[in-house]
């Protein structure tokens, strides 16, 4: 946010001259430096590598899980641009700008270079030996259930590796964390389909019914969805599948689809359960269950009209298969599993299960598979932090500090932990707490293997291998750190394993049959493995249970709002910041949002009626407040929110991590409640309550929307009519 | 303050601030045709004389380093000139190639300080001599395409209508301003697209079809300018 005062036209103009005046004072050879930049040669060079000609290589995407494949070009020895390799079933050659920014992580300023020991506030650098040595002096004595390790989603040799050590340090403790995850939908789904992720068939259905899934931002695998989706929109024999979107708050997903139903928050399961009982298809306990639901009812609780539900429920019988999804949305509350079972009942009553939700693939190596987890597994360690139960404690890939709720306490629970490790790229809020900080190598450096959650075409492992040397001399791979870890306590064991790359390799080429490399020699095979960079495989699919049942579903009655936090706070997810673990990206917040074009700053979206009443304005700073605590941000005026919620998107916020992400917006997540899904655990992300008061500040939104964007001027650049002019049934 | 006083008074500021930017940076006297470069000191005095420079005739064992060159074809070193926009700087590997076999001058210094760098796997930390503007993409490739490749002239001389006569000189001293208008006095000027004959010089009289008019000469060859679309360098 700046400070109005200097308008953005003046600017401009005095940009425009100044930019000439330098202009003519830059004529001549002024720019020629003879003798003062080096120029540094290869030592050996290959016949292939070239100065000024791109050499590419092949590896794996690390900025989320989704598992794409990229493909690097690197000049003299620097990796410049990363795209998708168009062999990878997953993204088809594709990336998203998230994945684009990865060589910003490579290249990053802030990167923790040297392994650094807490010394008072400050951290000392150390020696490599000098850390081994302090790990195996604090493990010492120490019993198994006193060590913890906390880890986000790992997968591939890395998992294994890990598995490895942790028995040998005999704790079973290993707290899998994810701040943002599907845990409750791969719950439900276990349930309706014998599964926790089918394989979703966009491109075969005629109708998607999306329930607050953001499956072209931030859900599962979006640019895989995404491709499946230009299918869908293709179409079958032409006829190009509609999209209605349902959700609270408007997301990427939504702003594309044909229609953007917007319910009360939490009422997602009604809905479904309205829109079944419309459909009239049921039968048994499913069609006693619904009975309840008429369109009165579910109208009056959802806010979606009468009309809608008939509209909805008439195209999804003209149109058939269609695809049912139940997104973040939709189980980010108390009763979020309920929400999902109803969502996944719709789609067992539209006969969908089978023709557009498929069993999946997965590896047959399932020591190799994901592992996942989400808010469940980090209470579970932050109540035996409370307890004082851990003596040392390990952090890899998860940032708790900043992303825990605010009620968990997290970080004063944490400073319980005796000696705590963390790996670490940058010394963000985590790492700032811990004793011992080790430095990764970025993912463009380091050697490993990757297992995605969401299989498509057959199942595949992903090979990352380094792109270019290391940037920073005293860097270590997870893969290298863990391996000299579990040597400590396994010498003779690993002791054939010079480093994790030998370890890798070994391991590969051991399984070389099952990985379709039977017939080959050892060299061939690892040296097509690494030029393709996906190892594929036949796979194993599982199957789906054909139980159609309504069983312990009842949604819970229409809570009563609350006088002194009336809105619903809903963490707004954005596919180019997540969890916000990649903020210090300067790409990612330099990238409009694409709904309100902010950048480099968090905002509060509130709808436009909402404010009128409160009398805000947008540009307005606010204070939001929930029994956790309070942040102030700026108010952008949204129509895509119900007026009974405000949005604020996660992963700004930061006060460490580096230049790039400190003190830029706020961070909602300081101010979430401890609701919990009742059946699951999970944290319910949408359940913290809101009350939002003027501070009497004022800014300019900093957005690219305006006159150079969305507003027409009453120029008719693009024209529009309302949904509700629209008649579904004939448009589509 | 007054909003339309705003303007112009910030106008004025900058104005201020980029003169004196201007005046407290003098401008390097604009080269003439063959003003040199700066003299600049490399980690290792690199004598391209002895390499490139021609064969003494009352020595034909060249014996003397001082006395006369080896007559080595410029692309044997530079090889990347001819495969890419850019011409690199040899590896190091290519020195010694050579090198780990010539005994007679292994313990000289030079020599001596090139095996070190070599040992420690470093690459020599050699200085820009011809340095371009970021702005500005110039393409080897394209020149030795056209001049060594396509019209067979001599190799030095085509290096050499950038460089300099680059085999008189012991480490490389930028010898032209290489200064844009200094690049178009040779692409304003008409240069024969086809031999002698009228036979095209490769694909360059397709080319230069598209530029009218192309002018012809009594001898019937037919000439055009070099390119010279801002496109070209300005990439
Ligand atoms: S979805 Fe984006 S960030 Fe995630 S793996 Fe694919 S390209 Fe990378």
Redesign the interface.
Known sequence: MIDSGFDRRDFLKVLGWSGAAVALSGCGNTSIEDGKETVVSYVEANDYMIPGIGVYFNSTCAQCDAGCSINGRVREGRVLKLEGNPDSAINKGKLCALGQAGVQHHYNPDRVREPLLRNGSKGETITWEKAYALIAEKLSGVQGEEIAFLSGGVSGHLKALLGNYLESLGTKNHFVYEAVAPGVTRAANVKAYGVDMPRYRFDKAQVVLSFGADFLGSWVSPVHFSQQYAQFRKGVNGQRGVLIQVESKMTLTGANADRWLAVKPGTEGVLALGIINALGMATGDVAELVKGYDKARVSHETGVSPGQIDKIAALLKLRSPSLVLAGSAAEGYAHGSQNAAAINLLNQVLGNVGKTIEAPVSVPFPQMAPSKGNTAALKLLNDGLAAGKYKVLFNFAANPVFTAPGAFKFKDHLSKAGFKVAFAHYLDETALQADLVLPLDSALEDWGTQVPEYMTEGAQINIQQPLMERLHANTRGMGDILLNLIKQKKADEYKGFEDYYAYLRGAMLQNKGALGGGGTDDDTFWNTTLTQGIVKLAGTAGALSAHVGAAGLTLPAHAAADEQYPLHLIPGVTANLRDGRHTNQPWLQESPDPLTTIVWDSWVEVHPKKATELGIVEGDIVEVTSKTGSVKAQVYLFPGIHPEAISIPVGRGHDAMGRYARGYGVNPFQIMDAVFERETGELAMHETRVNIKKTGQRVLVVKDEGSAGALQMGRKIAARVSTDQVDLSKEV | MYRFL??PI??VG??L???S??AN?P??A??TEDAL??Q??QPIEFPHNRHAGLRNPADPTNSDPLKGGMEINCQYCHT?AR???????????KCIGCHQSIESVRNKPRIVELFK??DA??????????????FVRFNHERHIKRFVEQQDRPVQEACGYCHGDVKEMTVAR?QK???MGWCATCHEKDHPVVAEGGTPIAGQAYWYSFQKPVAQDKSAVVKAKGPNDCWQCHK
């Open positions: 705003r303007f910030l106008l900058l104005f601030a980029v003169s930017f201007a940076n401008q390097p604009l080269t470069g700066p600049v000191v990347y495969r890419s926009a850019v011409a690199g700087i040899p590896p190091l590997q760098y070599w796997k470093k690459a020599v930390p050699w200085k820009k001599v011809h340095d371009l503007p970021d930028r301003p290489l200064s």
